[in-house]
């Protein structure tokens, strides 16, 4: 629900109308972003790291990215370009100069480990307990997942591409560079359109009142 008390101070000053439509916009854009939900990315810069079940390990790698993979329910193929593409593109190296943040994985030929995580939708009930009825269901979660990382794949190298075992128990262990540590989340690409669209929408009326002054 928008902000009565906040739209009541931008409506004292009547004058300034697009002012008050920008603090609509902004309020109505706000609650659609908190309420909306898409794929959400644990990126761990690491100097090593692997994934073991049944006490045999399934994957391994050595300096590059440890990523672990949540999928919401109502996530589309949009949803997983977006990580897929921020992932490989996210700059978390030096450069042959020594400049922080200048290279990304596929500059340094590093490789990438993904780890599906269900458990990064979770919520808290009352008693405390975990619920995740958010996250996307098994069988489609494991379809989005595949597609996602065939997505990688085709956008860096496969070889550089490696990950756990889907649905199982995973002992995941990571020596994190730094330590680092960021998140993805294709929410942001949903209010970098909706901040586009508001300033297009004002600047329409700015221009619309200029001519009919």
Request: proline share 2%; aromatic share 6%.
């Amino acid at each position: 629900m928008i902000n009565e008390q906040y739209l009541h101070c931008c409506v004292s000053f009547p004058s300034n109308r697009n002012l008050i439509l920008l603090a609509i916009a902004l309020a109505a854009a706000f609650h659609q972003i908190t309420v909306a939900e898409a794929m959400r990315l644990v990126i761990q810069r690491v100097k090593s790291a692997s994934v073991t079940v049944e006490q045999k390990q399934v994957s391994a790698i050595g300096p590059g990215m440890l990523a672990l993979v949540g999928l919401h329910l109502e996530d589309e193929d949009s949803d997983l370009q977006y990580c897929a593409k921020k992932l490989l593109a996210i700059k978390l190296w030096e450069n042959q100069n020594g400049a922080p943040w200048r290279q990304h994985v596929k500059q340094k030929e590093f490789e990438i480990l993904c780890v599906s995580q269900f458990t990064l939708y979770g919520t808290l009930s009352k008693k405390n307990q975990p619920d995740y009825k958010l996250s996307m269901k098994a069988d489609q979660a494991q379809r989005k997942y595949n597609q996602f990382l065939q997505i990688l794949r085709d956008g860096y190298a496969k070889e550089k591409i490696s990950d756990g075992k889907f649905g199982e128990m995973m002992d995941v262990e990571l020596i994190n560079d730094g330590p680092v540590t960021l998140v993805i989340d294709s929410r942001d690409e949903m209010l970098k359109k909706q901040m586009s669209s508001m300033s297009l929408s004002t600047d329409g009326e700015k221009n619309s009142s200029e001519v009919e002054s």
